[in-house]
């Protein structure tokens, strides 16, 4: 029978911690990767919970002043990295019970706390309110590090990101660094202070600043009633053998986006393409084809007209005929039935496209892009995904749409700092354990402990296909100047990485020699007042992970 022997309904929520039987599944996230031991998991409902469960952890460590055993924070357990589960960490304060969506009468906004989910996120506004948060389409990411991060989506384009509509935070702070307390920031608190710390969960990351435990928003989109959605593949048969036509695929997709709204695009073309979101998923040869989904508006009289010219425009120096996306690439699931333009609710089609994939081992990356891609980097694109030493269907180069919306903002706006990009990438790789390593019996995560030959392949493919594609600007994708650089010098197109794909190989110095490290490549210009909000509100740095924010003192 299995045992609980936890402190259930008590002042900090319910304790689970080693010898319960949910302990197993409480201190891991969905990357298989990372498995915390923590001394115990506290399930909060409430702020007031979360208050009382922060303050136990700072008096059992009052003596410690390094805090070497962590406390962290998971909202929906998405994160890339060991931010939440690694061997330091001593708590988890875990607050997916914390997930109502719904319209606050006196802050006369939408509430979002931050366990809440993509999907329940989507049902809860737009079903009794009619409007949506432009956020991500994985419907088991919550909101607490997705909104903290500059959340994006299949809306985004068109409406923004989702700190574009932040009106209001709630966090719980320790700004003397020995007591919690809850603090609502506001875009328009008339204190300077909370305004800062306001704009810092305007992108500045989860696990900075406090423990965020509510959202408010305001002037939320209409998302449409009805959307196109379309998914198609091409053979890798067909483009192994075809080298030159695969990278007339990728270039022309980003060359429409880097050219979009301008004459360098043909007059079918110049049409407003806002409402369109795609993801085009270059996987490794042996997943045996390569995708590109699409969603736009289907209320609009020219959607059919306008996703054929873009079509026909991507594909026109290609000669491989689409078919059925009839397998899963990365997250998304097989799609077989949309290989023609299919009219769907939004909330339907949001629901089509809301998988999250196995869980799994994974490795991520990411970069944004202020053009496309150079012919450098269509070669190193071609090279990695047809590496022969190398067999993962689940390895692929997911490149988004960008651009629209998303950079009307200045990069001071928020704290999100690209604000000029037009591809947005996502590196990923994806594996089980497979083995029984430990002779126990069975495959998990022992084995891995004891066998670094379960990840090694997969995370060998994936740094060097990075360093490959970066290998002009010191492994990375570096943030563009602000000024042309002069001397014949070539000016980079790209503008960083994005923090909610966070990647510690970026501050190894085998992998990243541009001299930009993380911080900088994440958060460009506004680090140094994203240090600012940390030194006054967590100059402890009670909340910290590998990349985290640093206070000047530390």
Known sequence: ???????????????????????????????????????YVSVVSRTDEVVAALNKYLADHRCDESLDRRLTVRSGGHCYENFVCSDDVGVILDL????????????????VEAGANNWHVATHLYAPFGVALPGGSCYSVAAGGHVSGGGYGLLSRQHGLTVDYLYAVEVVVVRDGQHAEVVVARRDSPEEELRDLWWAHTGGGGGNFGVVTRYWFKGLPKPPSDVLLHAIAWPWDDLRDDPEGFK???RNYGLFYEYEN??????????????????????????????????????????????????NWITQ???????????????????????????????????????????QCGKYKSAYMTRGFTEAQLDAIFAALTDPEYENPQALLQVDSYGGAMNLPESADTAVYQRSSVLKLQYQTYWSWKVDSNDDGVADFHDAD????????????????????????????????????GDGQPVPVTDGCYINYPDTDLDDPDWNTSGQPSHRLYYGDNYHRLQEVKERWDPRNVFRHAQSVQPFTH
């Open 1 to 39: 029978m299995a045992a609980y022997p936890t402190r259930t309904g008590t002042e900090y929520g319910t304790e689970v911690g080693p010898g319960d039987a949910r302990y197993q599944a409480l201190r891991r996230g969905f990357n298989q990767r990372f498995i915390a031991t923590p001394d």
């Open 96 to 111: 997916g019970q914390m997930d109502r969506a719904y319209l606050d009468q006196e802050m006369g906004a939408y509430c």
């Open 248 to 250: 007339s695929l990728v």
């Open 262 to 311: 301008t004459p360098r695009l043909p007059e079918p073309l110049r049409a407003d393409y806002t409402d369109m979101f795609t993801l085009l998923k270059l996987t490794h040869h042996s997943n045996g084809k390569v995708g590109l989904i699409t969603q736009l508006d289907a209320t609009r009289p020219d959607s059919v007209a306008r996703l054929n010219a873009f079509l």
């Open 317 to 359: 120096d290609l000669g491989v005929a689409p078919t059925p996306l009839d397998r899963r690439m990365g997250e998304h699931a097989p799609m077989g039935g949309l290989h023609v333009p299919t009219r769907l609710p939004w909330l339907t089609a949001t629901q089509t496209l809301n998988g999250s994939g196995d869980n």
């Open 450 to 485: 004891v066998d670094p030959s379960i990840a090694a392949p997969h995370l060998r493919w994936i740094r060097e296909f990075y360093r490959e594609v970066y290998k002009d600007t010191g492994g990375v994708p570096v943030l563009a100047p602000t000024d042309d650089p």
